[in-house]
């Protein structure tokens, strides 16, 4: 499985920038509930683990909220690999958006 790494910096507290992450992961669970099943997460501090489903490919992976920035990790599933440069893209745009 592809690993995907993507690391987004941010000029918030810590605390602020956690906040933001939980509350956007509440929101995918509303917004994506049709596409992405199984949505799990839990933190340890201001280090989160995540797993879940999405059309029929498991997901999982890990967000940690630094002082200065976010680094989301986690294994695409091979079927996924074509489009492992779209979806870094894809979060971290959504990251800097909801960190500005």
Do not use: C
Request: hydrophobic fraction near 40%.
């Amino acid at each position: 499985m592809p690993k995907l790494t993507v690391v987004v910096p941010h000029h918030l507290t810590q605390d602020e920038a956690l906040s933001r992450i939980k509350g956007l992961i509440d929101r995918l669970k509303g917004q994506h509930g049709d596409r992405v099943t199984d949505l799990q997460e839990q933190w340890n501090g201001y280090t989160g683990a995540f797993s879940g489903k999405s059309m029929g490919m498991n997901l999982s992976g890990t967000i940690a909220v630094r002082p200065h920035d976010i680094e989301v990790e986690g294994q695409l599933p091979l079927m996924a690999s074509a489009f492992k440069g779209q979806i870094e893209q894809r979060i971290r745009d959504g990251a800097a958006e909801l960190l500005a």
